[in-house]
């Protein structure tokens, strides 16, 4: 007597049919799988559990677990990635005059001790005192207590980005007319706040202007930055000479640049692609 198991669920499996039956061999049966595939499976491996899908349900468990795997390997990776930049990043900085900051640091005297010249010391240094390589980016930062002084395990320590803006501050360097100038020097020059001066530089205006336009001024971002006209392709160098050109407040075109829709003496605008 063969139990009938048309219509029966097994895990994936929906038994549609039996098939033709050979004599003294199990009775196999037309399954689908929920993926869609059709295949025939013996009732025996169907009761005792032994297969619940076309394969597919391996398919996918293997893949994951792959997944998993990566995923363990690039975190891994990063981890030990990240502190290496930073030992690497310093040595640059500091002993590479091709290096793009090197003037703010080799270039002014800030060094590296023997030490840290080799990756694996400093290391050691990094996790003896309190680097973490779990922390978010930018709140376990290489610090330097005295800025004016260089890299090395008395004058480091690991600290968010806030304590470290705060100390660094000073040291901004600015470029003006050909010389460098720390930000703070530059601005009592000109008798300008330096947090004004910082301001207005981030804002994209240049260095003259940003320590020449009258304190007061409101200064928008994007304000001096290109914009085009989109009716003739005129271009201008800032949001002000756009609205000196069509007698318009700056705001008013600062406004036609947020919104395509609205103009500003009668022309659209956008910021120029540079
Ligand atoms: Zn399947």
Known sequence: MIEDLTGRRFGRLVVLSMCPHVAGEDVRWNCRCDCGAELS????????????????YQRER??????????????SKKKNNRLYNVWHG???????????????????????CDEWKDFSRFRKWAYDNGYDENSPKF?????????????????????DMKVQSRNTRRNIWVEYQGKSYIAKDLADMFGMDD?????????GLSV??????????????????????????????????????????????IAALK????????????????
């Open 195 to 203: 947090h004004a001066l910082i301001h207005r530089l981030n804002l």
């Open 259 to 274: 919104n395509h829709n609205r103009t500003a003496g009668g022309y659209h605008w956008r910021y120029a692609d540079n």
């Open 139 to 159: 709140q376990c930062t290489l610090d330097r207590i005295d800025v004016t002084k260089g890299y090395s395990p008395d004058n480091c320590r690991w600290a």
């Open 41 to 56: 499976v013996s009732g025996h491996s169907l009761r005792r559990g032994r297969t619940k899908s076309c394969g597919c």
């Open 90 to 112: 310093m040595v640059k900085r500091c002993c590479d005059p091709s290096h793009k900051s090197y003037h703010t640091y080799g270039g002014a005297g800030i060094t590296v």
């Open 62 to 75: 293997a893949a994951e677990l792959c997944k998993t795997r990566e995923r363990r390997i690039t975190v």
């Open 208 to 253: 003259e202007d940003a320590l020449t336009i009258p304190k007061g001024t409101t200064l928008s971002p994007g304000a001096f930055s290109p914009v085009v006209c989109i009716e003739t392709g005129e271009r201008f160098p800032s949001v002000k000479a756009a609205a000196e050109f069509v007698s318009r407040h700056e705001s008013t075109v």
